[in-house]
């Protein structure tokens, strides 16, 4: 992603007009959300799934684009896969802890503890050491270029996640109930119909929101990096002199 430095980013118009679809699809989806009927037996905490939901959906996302964007880079060289690829790591994080609290406020009443070791708890949990890990790496590499690639190599592994987390409750049966949205096999939605649409909107929401999130990220990652190299190119110069 190619930004000016002096570009004022409220001038952006594509992230102003994203950035407005983004609010008016959360909008909706809270409007809907609490126009939800209550569930016979969970009452209002199953509005708790509409955050909990797109929230898990959203970190599967993040952390697909993560290894994607790796992709592109060692195919490529070009940096701006490398900043995306961060800043949808730092949202997977983001969203990730989003998914375990929304988790934990729905577990405590409905299992009687905020947390138990089950396997899509535990895979999750997990995830935050992968990807804590792949961004604290990334401060421990000064040279951008090897930084990258060895970023590229860590999100790409990292994405087996995404297939491991989802199908956890499938192969190690635990207290977490089955996929709400099943999709492999027969596709099926284990709720009521009309929470499938309060879903869906969350999660178009939530998608948005993505897409939101990961521009900004990417434009303040691209002026960050020119001030790193205008500023190293200052440092240099007195040197060249001498050389000179």
């Known amino acids: 992603m ?17 950035g407005a ?31 909990h939901v797109p929230s898990a959906w959203l970190s599967y996302l993040a952390y697909g684009g993560t290894g994607l964007f790796g992709l ?24 990730t802890l989003s998914t375990i609290v929304g988790g934990m406020l729905w577990a405590k009443p409905t299992w009687g503890a905020y947390w138990v070791w089950d396997a899509r708890l535990t895979t999750t949990a997990l995830s935050l050491v992968v990807y804590g890990g792949y961004l604290l790496i990334r401060g421990l590499i000064d040279d ?9 190599v860590i999100g790409l592994v990292g994405t087996l996640y995404v297939p491991i987390n989802y199908m956890a409750v499938e ?19 284990e709720a009521a119909p009309i929470y499938g649409w309060v879903l869906l909107a969350g999660t178009v929401a939530f998608t948005l929101l993505y897409v939101y999130l990961l521009r900004v990220r990417g434009i303040l990652a691209a002026r960050e990096e020119a001030r790193e190299e205008r500023e190293l190119m200052e440092d240099l110069a007195p040197l060249e002199v001498a050389r000179g």
Do not use: C
Request: no cysteine; glycine share 8%; aromatic share 8%.
């Open 171 to 189: 192969w190690w049966r635990g207290v977490h109930q089955t996929q709400t949205l099943r999709l492999l096999g027969k596709p099926s939605f």
């Open 72 to 95: 592109l880079y060692l195919l490529t060289r070009q940096r701006r896969w490398d900043r995306l690829a961060m800043g949808s790591a730092e949202i997977g994080v983001l969203f």
């Open 21 to 51: 679809a983004t609010l008016l699809a959360l909008g909706t989806a809270v409007v809907l959300g609490l126009r939800a009927p209550l569930d016979v037996n969970q009452g209002s905490l199953v509005r708790l799934m509409f955050v």
């Open 2 to 18: 190619q930004v000016r430095m002096g570009t004022d980013m409220r001038q952006d118009r594509v992230t102003t007009l994203l």
């Open 144 to 152: 951008p270029e090897r930084r990258a690639r060895v970023a590229a």
